[in-house]
């Protein structure tokens, strides 16, 4: 019996008013359909497009993700569902999933689904778990308390913090301290946090534990002292690496980009800074300037977090009501220049959805308004990928 389920839904398209039908995911097993799970990673799972004009938005229906492997459940509510309405859905897709594993196959973990705000939102855990695998891996060497280097030299972080955990007086912490800068950091902090996470899930409860000394005494040493530049015979960095520049594009929130700089400490290298600077101009010169005040945007935050300065988070939610609000091409591109999330597919979904729910509600001005200023974004966004 097959875990994944998919469910037709009857659609009436906010754009031209068109009826259809179109299939879902309701239930989604990683093991069953690993082709849809890439969709959902991508952000094009249910998308859904009208027969009659084309146009394509996320259908409104809830979502329950299923990783045996991983031992994890998550469930998604449709935005904007009342919680007492997205807790019988969770329901009803929660006795259907547990119906169709076997008994001898049932384990624990079916009763501790995660709550993810959308389809999105279970995305962006997947994709930490990623990180938190490919961050395992490179952190092997720290399975014993004193271990010993690897053949490949690990990244500055995870010497410094092997180093640390190596010493035994506070001679040795002070040196430790002064040979790697970079422990003090303002990104240290999460990056340990997320060491911790995958001792604990690797079931390494010393390893665990001793990183949680560890940031404890960062942070106290950090207290102690302002955070110091690191010296000038440091390496400089020539070059960013093609997927570290991929995850500083792809943060879209101050949290976002504090967890990419923790899992990339490169990037608060200030050699980081000038390259940044440099690939902005190189951007500029080719024409596409949306793309490099986006740019320009993360290169400012990151150097506020190279500074422990804490920058002001910007919700989707304020972006979508800038834009809806915004009249006229200057004050639509002021607002482009401020919201750069905007040209992500999480707000193109969310502007279909408002689409869709001022139409049912009766409000067919704001509706239209919603989706001509979708379509506008998809052309710019065409437009800057031409």
Not at 54 to 76: N, T
Not at 333 to 355: G, I, K, S, T
Request: proline share 8%; net charge negative; charged share 20%.
């Amino acid at each position: 019996m097959p875990i994944a389920v998919q469910k037709q839904v009857q659609l009436n398209c906010p754009t031209c008013g068109a009826d259809f039908a179109a299939l879902v995911w309701v239930i989604l097993d990683a093991q069953e359909q690993p082709a849809a799970v890439e969709a959902l990673l991508r952000g094009d799972l249910n998308m859904i497009y009208c027969p009659s004009c084309g146009a394509g938005g996320l259908a409104k229906e809830p979502l329950l993700f299923h990783d045996a492997q991983a031992r994890r459940v998550i469930f998604a509510p449709p935005p904007g569902t009342a919680e007492y309405e997205w807790r019988d859905q969770f329901r009803d897709l929660s006795t259907a999933l547990v119906n169709a594993i076997p008994e001898a196959q049932r384990r624990p973990y079916l009763a501790e689904a995660e709550i993810a705000q959308d389809l999105a939102g279970i995305a962006r855990r997947l994709h930490r778990a990623q990180q938190r695998r490919a961050l395992a891996e490179t952190s092997r060497p720290f399975t014993a308390m004193t271990p010993p280097l690897p053949k490949a030299a690990p990244p500055p972080l995870l010497l410094a913090v092997q180093t640390l955990l190596a010493a035994n007086t506070p001679e040795e912490l002070a040196q430790v301290l002064t040979a790697h800068p970079v422990l003090l950091a303002p990104a240290t902090d999460p990056a340990l946090a997320e060491l911790t996470t995958v001792a604990v899930e690797q079931g390494d409860s010393a390893l665990a534990e001793s990183l949680r000394e560890v940031r404890a005494f960062l942070v106290r040493m950090r207290a102690a002292r302002p955070v110091t530049p690191e010296p000038a015979d440091t390496p400089e960095i020539t070059a960013i690496p093609p997927g570290v520049f991929q995850a500083l594009l792809a943060a879209q929130s101050n949290a976002e980009l504090t967890e990419v700089a923790a899992l990339y400490p490169l990037l608060l290298h200030p050699t980081a800074d000038r390259l940044l600077t440099a690939q902005v101009e190189l951007v500029l010169d080719e024409g596409y300037e949306r793309l490099a005040h986006a740019l320009e945007e993360r290169r400012e935050a990151l150097a506020q977090l190279r500074q422990g300065t804490r920058v002001e988070a910007t919700t989707l939610d304020e972006a979508i009501e800038a834009l809806l609000h915004a009249r006229g091409k200057e004050a639509f591109a002021e607002v482009l220049d401020r919201y750069p999330m905007l040209f992500e597919a999480a707000a193109l979904q969310a502007l279909w959805q408002f689409a869709t729910e001022a139409r049912a509600s009766g409000d067919a001005e704001q509706a239209h308004h919603a989706i001509a200023c979708r379509e506008l974004l998809l052309r710019i966004r065409d437009g800057l990928a031409d």
